[in-house]
């Protein structure tokens, strides 16, 4: 079954990118239109994150969201047979800040959002950091689609490990000196043992691991915003919150963090997963000790 799945999507990525965003922008069709995709969820996040907005300008948020989320499985695709040349072309990051810190010894943590160029965000990184690079990510459930992927992660160098595997496996792997990509608003699967705060001004938890990797491993913290410059072109902004974590209290980088992504967010609205349930889980009153924000918990 790999070596079909495998064939057929290498034959796929042979068509040129004009080529494959008329498969996108049928597939779009498709999704918004016809299936309607997620489309109840992706509306209902867009009135949490942005009330002042009138019907119509969400609407458009949520028509460029799927324009964005298909041509992103079209540019995954293309990376299998996408020279570096040609990648380079459409792919920009200015690592300077972060190798200047990891010249003199430190492991760098860096946090990014669920934005759109995780594919290439995470090919971009491994090639200009000085030093090993771990992505954590989750397995897909088809084993054939999984290893291809996986594949295609790892193709520049980075050390892929899945997350049920990263506690098992941590040790060896930070060992020696390394920098480690997260995506650090995924939900938690516990609410209770997370951090609660506003995001968008609506409560919801932030899982605790980044934060309190970062400062019991006295890691330099990076945070990467994501930027569609244009269709199949995009530039990653590196930017170092902290060089020790180990200066911060327990909660202060998901503060940073939050404001950060919601900033990001607010620039490209379009380019974020609405589709991912950012507030799946409500709020309780036996919450209220994991309660981080400035601004008091609710109430009610």
Request: charged share 20%; with cysteine; aromatic share 16%.
């Amino acid at each position: 079954m790999y070596y079909l799945v495998f064939g057929l999507l290498y034959l796929l990525s042979l068509l040129p990118f004009f080529l494959l965003y008329r498969i996108s922008d049928f597939v779009y069709l498709i999704l918004y239109h016809v299936a309607g995709y997620r489309k109840k969820v992706v509306m209902q996040n867009l009135s949490i994150a942005f009330p002042e907005k009138s019907p119509g300008e969400k609407k458009a948020i949520a028509k460029k969201f799927y324009k964005n989320l298909t041509d992103t499985f079209v540019e995954s695709i293309k990376m299998i047979s996408l020279s570096e040349r040609s990648f380079l072309q459409r792919v920009t990051i200015d690592m300077d800040e972060v190798n200047a810190l990891a010249a003199t010894g430190k492991n760098i943590q860096f946090h990014s959002g669920h934005q759109f160029g995780w594919e290439y965000a995470n090919w971009i990184v491994a090639k200009n950091i000085r030093i090993p690079w771990i992505g954590v990510y989750m397995k897909i459930n088809n084993p054939a689609i999984n290893r291809i992927f996986f594949d295609l992660r790892s193709k520049a160098g980075s050390i892929m490990v899945a997350v049920h595997e990263f506690r098992s496996r941590m040790h060896q792997l930070l060992d020696k000196q390394y920098a480690i990509g997260l995506a650090a608003d995924q939900n938690p699967g516990k609410p209770h043992q997370a951090y609660w705060l506003n995001f968008f001004s609506r409560p919801a938890p932030f899982v605790t691991g980044p934060d309190k990797g970062a400062i019991s491993n006295k890691t330099a913290v990076v945070f990467v915003k994501f930027i569609k410059v244009k269709r199949g072109y995009y530039h990653f902004e590196a930017k170092v919150i902290k060089s020790d974590a180990a200066q911060c209290s327990p909660g202060e980088i998901t503060l940073i963090y939050r404001d950060f992504l919601e900033a990001s967010i607010r620039e490209q609205p379009d380019n974020y997963l609405w589709s991912h349930r950012r507030w799946k889980w409500p709020y309780q009153k036996e919450y209220a000790g994991k309660w981080i924000d400035k601004s008091p918990p609710p109430t009610a």
